[in-house]
T-cell receptor
Framework: QKEVEQDPGPLSVPEGAIVSLNCTYSNSAFQYFMWYRQYSRKGPELLMYTYSSGNKEDGRFTAQVDKSSKYISLFIRDSQPSDSATYLCAMTSSYNTDKLIFGTGTRLQVFP | DAMVIQNPRYQVTQFGKPVTLSCSQTLNHNVMYWYQQKSSQAPKLLFHYYDKDFNNEADTPDNFQSRRPNTSFCFLDIRSPGLGDAAMYLC??????????????FGPGTRLTVT
C-alpha cells in the first residue's frame, strides 16, 4: 500500500464549477499537508500549506484536513481554464520534516 | 526575482554517457533537493543537502551522485544513464528553521532523454 493515494484523474469540468481534489494517507504521523500545482512541463508550485486538522482558505482555494479519516481535500471555487494543471498533494511528519511524501497527482482540465 | 534555476531545460544523452544537470538558487536556502519524476508519477526524492550534509535516499541507485560546492549551486551526476533514467529531474530548495517543515520551491525541471 502506498503511503499517499491520489486519484490520477483526469478530471474534466466546465468553467465555473466547484472542483474537489482528494488524497488519502496511511501514516498517522503526518502532520503537515501541502498542495502543489504543476503545469505541463513545469516544476510544482506550492498552493496551500496546512498544519494538522482543519480548513484553510486562500481566495478561490480551500484546503481541508481530516486527520481522523486520514483524508485531505482541496476545493477550487469558480474554476477557470487557467486552473488546468496537475494537482499534487504532499505531506510530512514532525520527525522527518525534510522529506515530503507526494501523491501521484490529479490531472484537472477546466473547459470554457 | 529570487528563484530556482535549472540548466539545461532539456538534455539528450546517449546510453552510458555521463551527464550532469545543474541547479542554482538565489533564495539563499540551506536545503537543496533532487527529485526524479516520471510521467504521471509522484516526484521521487533522490537525495538532499542540508547545508553541506548529504542525505541519500536508501533506494537511490549508485548511478546517481550529487555535489553541492556552495550554498547556491547543486549538481546531479548520472554516471551511466540507462533508458530507465529518462525522466524529468526537479531541483527544489527550502529554508529549514527549527523543526518545522517549510515550503519547498521547485525549479522548472530538466527533461532528460536517453537514446
Amino acid at each position: 500500500q502506498k503511503e499517499v493515494e491520489q486519484d490520477p484523474g483526469p478530471l474534466s469540468v466546465p468553467e465555473g464549477a466547484i472542483v474537489s481534489l482528494n488524497c488519502t494517507y496511511s501514516n498517522s504521523a503526518f502532520q503537515y499537508f501541502m498542495w502543489y500545482r504543476q503545469y505541463s512541463r513545469k516544476g510544482p508550485e506550492l498552493l496551500m500549506y496546512t498544519y494538522s486538522s482543519g480548513n484553510k482558505e486562500d481566495g478561490r482555494f480551500t484546503a481541508q484536513v481530516d486527520k481522523s479519516s486520514k483524508y485531505i481535500s482541496l476545493f477550487i471555487r469558480d474554476s477557470q481554464p487557467s486552473d488546468s494543471a496537475t494537482y499534487l498533494c504532499a505531506m510530512t511528519s514532525s520527525y522527518n520534516t525534510d522529506k515530503l511524501i507526494f501523491g501521484t497527482g490529479t490531472r484537472l482540465q477546466v473547459f470554457p | 526575482d529570487a528563484m530556482v534555476i535549472q540548466n539545461p531545460r532539456y538534455q539528450v544523452t546517449q546510453f552510458g554517457k555521463p551527464v550532469t544537470l545543474s541547479c542554482s538558487q538565489t533564495l539563499n536556502h540551506n536545503v537543496m533537493y533532487w527529485y526524479q519524476q516520471k510521467s504521471s508519477q509522484a516526484p521521487k526524492l533522490l537525495f538532499h543537502y542540508y547545508d553541506k550534509d548529504f542525505n541519500n535516499e536508501a533506494d537511490t541507485p549508485d548511478n546517481f551522485q550529487s555535489r553541492r560546492p556552495n550554498t547556491s549551486f547543486c549538481f546531479l551526476d548520472i554516471r551511466s544513464p540507462g533508458l530507465g533514467d529518462a525522466a524529468m529531474y526537479l531541483c527544489a530548495t527550502s529554508r529549514r528553521r527549527d523543526n518545522n517543515p517549510y515550503e519547498q520551491y521547485f525549479g522548472p525541471g530538466t527533461r532528460l532523454t536517453v537514446t
